[in-house]
């Protein structure tokens, strides 16, 4: 595992990617933010030794190294999913070469739909806490002590200091953001009535398919993460719809700008 991740980190040194300080998930309809970086590197999935290879066809799948609010970072414009066949090891395997390459903070976003009623599709949720339902976990497999604590504390997966600051920016700025509990599901069916019904019951504020399992090995790591949702359906099991998913790629995009603000402003803070 070491010898991946250090031959990934070596391939990318060498491509520039130099001394990053913040490392950036971009979910599902959320590649804009790339646009306000100031691009010193890129690199093709596939070109990266032991990457996996993004499967999805709205999303991008590169790496990128730049500048942006004064900072280093390192974006990956599009991600690893469970439901592509990949195992929680691979679709964790970036966080770890970014890790390697010198990221200190992670912030990481997705598209989920809202359990919580009181939610509204196009909101952005701040995540406080999250439910694994994906039947598994990145630290389970054999040498992971090498990597790091196996068994990691999870009591408070996301970085309170960064959540605050975000809840200030999103207050400073006019932009209306939740904060609740995201649940972690393997997919990519989307859920059956029943199913939303039981993810309200055991207390989900939103429903998605990523992110959970990248911000267990960021607590391996000891780097602190925050996490946003980008909530592009209403999950009403009494009143539900046929799910569109370029209706659900399109919300994602008219709320990015308030994710790219936040993103922004928080990293020009941290």
Known sequence: MIKFIEEASDYLKNKGFESPEIGIVLGTGLGKLVDEIEIIAKASYNHIPNFPTATVEFHQ?????????????????????LYEGYTTYDVTFPIRVMH??????????????????????????????????????????????DLGERFVDMSAPYDAEMNQKIEKIAASNNIKIQKGVYASVLGPQLETRA???????????????????????????NIPVSAVSVLTDECDPNNLKPVNIQE???????????????????????
């Open 100 to 145: 390697q390459l010198g990221i200190t903070k992670l912030l990481v976003s997705n598209a989920a739909g809202a359990i919580n009623k009181t939610y509204k599709k196009g909101e952005i949720m701040l995540i406080d806490d999250h439910i694994n339902l994906q039947g598994g976990s990145p630290l389970a497999y054999k040498g992971m002590e």
């Open 195 to 221: 199913e939303y019904r039981y993810l309200d019951i055991i207390g989900s504020d939103a429903v998605g398919m990523s992110t959970v399992p990248e911000i267990i090995v960021a607590n391996q790591l």
């Open 248 to 270: 659900i790629i399109e919300i994602a995009g008219k709320a990015e700008p308030d994710m790219i603000v936040l993103f922004k402003e928080l990293i020009e803070e941290i």
């Open 61 to 81: 799948g590169k790496l990128i190294f730049g500048i942006l609010s004064g900072k280093k970072v390192v974006v990956m414009q599009g991600r690893f999913h």
